[in-house]
C-alpha cells in the first residue's frame, strides 16, 4: 500500500510547516524586554504580555529549537536554544533547593514554586537536547542534576515508580494535580512517560550505567504497571499502590507511548526488552486505533463514562503521525503510513494556521477551529508537532 503515498511530498511538506509556520511564530513571541517567551496567545491571536511563563512552556521551546538545530544546523535556532537555556537556568531553576519553579510572573520572578516532577522532565528533556546539539557542559551538567533530584525526590522506593509533585523544599504537598483536569493522584501514566522520554535523550549523552538502569526499569514499570495486556491501553491515574483510580482511556497518549516505550528499549540496546516493547508497541497502537476517525485523525480520549471527546486536539494529531510511521518503519506495518499520510493531510489542510502561524488547538466537533482555547501557553508549546516535523523528516528520508 506504501508505494501509492509520495513519502517526499509528505516529507516536504512537513519540513516547510516546521521552517515557515511553527519556528517562526515562537521566534516572533520571544519576550524581548523581559527575558524568556511570553506566557500565552489566545486562540484569537490575541498576545497577553502580562500572562505567567510556565517552566513546561520553556522547557519545551528549548527542546524544538535544539532539535531544529541539530537536524537543520539553521543558526538561527541556535540563537533560539541558547537564549532558552539561559533563561530556564537563571530564571526557573531555585538556587536554594534546587528544581524548578512551576511558573514564574511576566517579570520573571518566581510565582508559583511548587516542584512539579513533570515540569523537571521537560527539563532534562530540553538541556539534554542542547547538550546532544552543542556539547554544552553547563546544559549536560544541569540535565544531570535535575535527574538525580527526580531520582531523589520523586521515585517511591518502597511501592515503586514515581510521584507526581513536591513542595518547594521537596516535602509533601496535598494537592499533586498536574492540571485542573487531573485526578489528584500520587502517580500518573502522564508523568511516567515524560520521564521516561527525557531518562531516553539523557542517555544518548550521558551513558551511565545507573542511567541505564533507571530507563529499563521505566520500561518494565510501563509494562507491569501502567500498561493493561487485556485492553491493550495504558491506565491513566493511580494511588500509591498502583490501583487504577480511573477507568478512561487517552488515545492520544497510547499512540505517543507506543513509539516513546520503543525508543527507549532501542537506546537501552537490550535484545529481549526490546523484544517484549516491539509486542507491547504493537498492541498500544492498535488499541489507540480505537478513536482513528474515517477523516485520517485521532480523537483524544474515551472518559471514564463512555462519552468521548471528538475534539480533534493538535498534540494528538501530532502523536499519531509519529506512531504511525514508527509502526510502518519498526514493525513493517505499510498500512501505517497511510494512516501517517491521511492525518497529516489532515493536519496540513485544517490544524496549520496558515496565515496566524503555528497551529490551532483543536478542531471541534462542527469542523471549526478551537479559538477559545490558546494559540500558545502553558501547555501549547512547539514541541508535539515540531517533533512530528523532525521524525517524519527522518523517518521518510
Keep these: 500500500?506504501?508505494?501509492?503515498?509520495?513519502?517526499?511530498?509528505?516529507?516536504?511538506?512537513?519540513?516547510?510547516?516546521?521552517?515557515?509556520?511553527?519556528?517562526?511564530?515562537?521566534?516572533?513571541?520571544?519576550?524581548?524586554?523581559?527575558?524568556?517567551?511570553?506566557?500565552?496567545?489566545?486562540?484569537?491571536?490575541?498576545?497577553?504580555?502580562?500572562?505567567?511563563?510556565?517552566?513546561?512552556?520553556?522547557?519545551r521551546i528549548l527542546w524544538a529549537f535544539s532539535a531544529a538545530y541539530r537536524t537543520t544546523g539553521r543558526p538561527a535556532y541556535l540563537a533560539q536554544a541558547a537564549r532558552a537555556e539561559e533563561y530556564l537556568l537563571s530564571r526557573f531553576y531555585d538556587r536554594t533547593y534546587g528544581g524548578l519553579y512551576w511558573s514564574l510572573a511576566a517579570d520573571g520572578t518566581p510565582l508559583d514554586t511548587k516542584k512539579?516532577?513533570?515540569?523537571?522532565?521537560?527539563?532534562?528533556?530540553?538541556?539534554?537536547?542542547?547538550?546532544?546539539?552543542?556539547?554544552?557542559?553547563?546544559?549536560?551538567?544541569?540535565?544531570?542534576?535535575?535527574?538525580?533530584?527526580?531520582?531523589?525526590?520523586?521515585?517511591?522506593?518502597?511501592?515503586?515508580?514515581?510521584?507526581?509533585?513536591?513542595?518547594?523544599?521537596?516535602?509533601?504537598?496535598?494537592?499533586?494535580?498536574?492540571?485542573?483536569?487531573?485526578?489528584?493522584?500520587?502517580?500518573?501514566?502522564?508523568?511516567?512517560?515524560?520521564?521516561?522520554?527525557?531518562?531516553?535523550?539523557?542517555?544518548?549523552?550521558?551513558?551511565?550505567?545507573?542511567?541505564?538502569?533507571?530507563?529499563?526499569?521505566?520500561?518494565?514499570?510501563?509494562?507491569?504497571?501502567?500498561?493493561?495486556?487485556?485492553?491493550?491501553?495504558?491506565g491513566l491515574f493511580f494511588d500509591d499502590d498502583w490501583h487504577s483510580r480511573d477507568a478512561g482511556v487517552s488515545y492520544g497518549h497510547d499512540i505517543e507511548?507506543?513509539?516513546?516505550?520503543?525508543?527507549?528499549?532501542?537506546?537501552?540496546?537490550?535484545?529481549?526488552?526490546?523484544?517484549?516493547?516491539?509486542?507491547?508497541?504493537?498492541?498500544?497502537?492498535?488499541?489507540a486505533g480505537e478513536g482513528l476517525q474515517s477523516d485520517g485523525s485521532l480523537i483524544c480520549e474515551r472518559r471514564a463514562d463512555g462519552t468521548c471527546d471528538l475534539e480533534r486536539h493538535w498534540w494528538v494529531q501530532a502523536e499519531n503521525v509519529v506512531g504511525q510511521l514508527w509502526l510502518w518503519r519498526h514493525h513493517g506495518d505499510d498500512t501505517a503510513l497511510a494512516r501517517a499520510a491521511a492525518c497529516w493531510s489532515y493536519i496540513r489542510d485544517r490544524l496549520v494556521d496558515s496565515a496566524g502561524g503555528e497551529w490551532w488547538w483543536g478542531i471541534l466537533s462542527d469542523g471549526t477551529p478551537d479559538r477559545a482555547n490558546d494559540k500558545a501557553g502553558f501547555w501549547k508549546c512547539p514541541y508535539h508537532n515540531t517533533r512530528m516535523c523532525l521524525e517524519a523528516m527522518e523517518l521518510l528520508e
Design 1 to 59: 500500500m506504501h508505494s501509492t503515498i509520495d513519502t517526499q511530498r509528505f516529507r516536504a511538506e512537513a519540513e516547510a510547516v516546521l521552517h515557515e509556520n511553527i519556528l517562526p511564530f515562537w521566534i516572533r513571541l520571544a519576550d524581548e524586554t523581559r527575558g524568556g517567551w511570553y506566557g500565552a496567545v489566545r486562540g484569537d491571536g490575541t498576545l497577553l504580555r502580562d500572562a505567567p511563563k510556565g517552566a513546561v512552556l520553556h522547557a
Design 116 to 234: 512539579q516532577f513533570y515540569a523537571l522532565g521537560f527539563a532534562v528533556y530540553g538541556l539534554s537536547e542542547y547538550a546532544r546539539a552543542t556539547g554544552d557542559a553547563e546544559a549536560l551538567e544541569y540535565a544531570v542534576r535535575l535527574y538525580r533530584q527526580i531520582e531523589a525526590h520523586s521515585f517511591d522506593p518502597v511501592r515503586d515508580g514515581y510521584i507526581e509533585a513536591a513542595a518547594r523544599d521537596w516535602s509533601e504537598l496535598d494537592d499533586v494535580r498536574l492540571s485542573a483536569k487531573d485526578a489528584n493522584e500520587r502517580k500518573t501514566m502522564n508523568t511516567h512517560l515524560h520521564i521516561l522520554e527525557p531518562y531516553t535523550n539523557l542517555y544518548r549523552v550521558h551513558r551511565t550505567e545507573e542511567l541505564r538502569a533507571r530507563l529499563v526499569h521505566l520500561i518494565e514499570l510501563f509494562l507491569g504497571r501502567i500498561w493493561s495486556p487485556s485492553t491493550g491501553h495504558l
Design 257 to 287: 507511548a507506543s513509539w516513546l516505550l520503543l525508543e527507549a528499549a532501542l537506546e537501552a540496546g537490550d535484545a529481549a526488552l526490546t523484544a517484549r516493547v516491539l509486542d507491547a508497541a504493537a498492541r498500544i497502537a492498535a488499541a
